[in-house]
């Protein structure tokens, strides 16, 4: 396995403390037959429970070794790599070398680690190589990469030969990419960039939300969903901002977005406003990938004294480096004009500002700078209603008449927080939470 690993070329930085690595240090270790047995048995136990993390993490069962060899290929960031998500396996004398270590892998997928286990006295290959796992939640592992990852597992173990290998891997990458940002549908900036220097980790469970589950709002969906198609289309689209009254289904809409479009190259990245400093690091990371990222900012507003908005105008529009077009930003916000505006900014107050209406226009302008603004607010009592009863027409456990479920759905909505779809769904969810 040493000398197999030794020879890779396009696939050899593979990250630090990869397991394939440190397996093929195990082995070297063994064919140099210079070891401590009971140190070198604990080594590859060690691993042994590494790779019984990574299967935790992302969900895989059966062999163990072939799921982590799949997950390496897949998550490789490399100029060979990141070439095939953008344009195919093309010709060039990078094929050959690629070719090469594709066949050095299906080497490692046939790997009999049955001398290993005979030589340190341990069996832990035969049970990881035919693993059964225990049924997860899915908000327990990654669900997006596992499902990507264990059909590349399958289609590698399909295919006869290193040749055969090439086309499977190298379609792959074109399906869906590479690395983090190809197998993963949202992310957010990782807190522990300081620490780790890692800008962004996947969000793991996004949720299934479809606009189709949203109840009324027809044009503003409408219009969001053109403008997202436009987008994923390579067209012109706009920022957008998402802004009006609470509860009324904002957020939601732009979570549904998300799943309506990932399949067509759409991802997403969640950033709040502390962190709008990294806005062009996160750009400078996204700019030249294959995809079409949506920046998305929830609940933004602005007090009169916070100036983070600033980072935001330059990234919009208005910095040196022109936004690339695979970037939108889409922001919610209870605000139409995002930033606090104050009476005394108004001209007929008296302010030391010589220029006033510069102040009044500086926080005016960043809302100006969201090309589509889409407005939600709060539904009249009838089209309340009206999504109160469609709410409960998805449970059919939920058998009270049209009058009773009126007649509690306005005792709810006068006890908590008014007319919304949100006091709806809370609604439909006690008559849920009352049924055994």
Not at 61 to 70: E, F, I, K, V
Not at 160 to 170: N, R
Not at 290 to 308: A, C, G, Q, T, W
Request: proline share 2%; aromatic share 10%.
């Amino acid at each position: 396995m040493y000398k197999l690993v030794t020879r890779l070329v396009i696939y050899r930085d593979l990250g630090k403390n990869n397991l394939l690595s440190a397996m093929a240090d195990i082995a070297h270790c063994l064919a140099k037959r210079d070891y401590d047995r009971e140190e070198l048995a604990g080594q590859t136990l060690a691993v042994v429970n590494r790779l019984l993390d990574v299967a935790t993490r992302y969900g895989f069962d059966g062999n163990l070794w072939h799921s982590y060899l799949a997950y390496l290929l897949a998550t490789t960031e490399a100029p060979f790599t990141l070439v095939c998500e953008k344009r195919g396996a093309g010709a060039g004398s990078v094929r050959s070398f690629a070719e090469n270590d594709l066949s050095i892998f299906r080497q490692l997928w046939d790997y009999d680690f049955s001398p290993l286990e005979e030589a340190l006295g341990i069996n832990a290959f035969s049970i990881v190589t035919n693993y059964q796992a225990v049924a997860k939640s899915e908000q327990i592992y990654n669900k997006s990469v596992s499902d990507k990852v264990r059909a590349l597992t399958a289609a590698i173990g399909e295919a006869a030969d290193g040749a055969a290998m090439f086309k499977v891997v190298t379609d792959f990458y074109a399906q869906y990419g590479v690395g983090m940002l190809g197998l993963n549908k949202a992310f957010r900036v990782s807190p522990e960039i300081a620490m780790t220097g890692q800008l962004l980790e996947p969000i793991t469970t996004t949720g299934d939300i479809r606009l189709t589950d949203i109840v009324g709002y027809e044009s503003q969906k409408e219009r969001l969903a053109a403008n997202t198609e436009a987008f994923v289309q390579g067209r012109k689209a706009n920022n957008v901002l998402l802004y009006g009254d609470a509860g009324t289904g904002k957020s939601t809409s732009i979570k549904a977005i998300l799943n309506e479009y990932y399949d067509q190259g759409l991802r997403m990245i969640e950033v709040y406003k502390h962190e709008f400093k990294y806005l062009q690091r996160i750009i400078a990371r996204i700019k030249n990938r294959n995809y079409k990222f949506i920046i998305y900012m929830d609940d933004l507003s602005f007090e009169e004294f916070e100036v983070e908005y600033k980072y935001l105008k330059a990234v919009i529009e208005g910095g040196l480096e022109v936004k690339p077009d695979n970037i939108l930003i889409y922001a919610t916000s209870n605000r139409r004009h995002l930033i606090k505006e104050r009476l005394d900014d108004r001209a007929e107050f008296m302010d030391p500002d010589l220029h006033p209406n510069d102040t009044v226009q500086e926080k005016l302008s960043l809302a100006d700078r969201f090309g589509l603004s889409i407005g939600y607010f709060k539904p009249n009592q009838k089209e309340y209603y009206a999504i109160v009863e469609a709410l409960a027409a998805r449970y059919p456990e939920i058998t009270l008449s049209v009058e009773e479920l009126r007649a509690g759905a306005l005792r709810w909505e006068m006890s908590h927080s008014g007319l919304s779809g949100r006091t709806a769904q809370q609604y439909i969810n006690s008559l849920l939470s009352d049924r055994e």
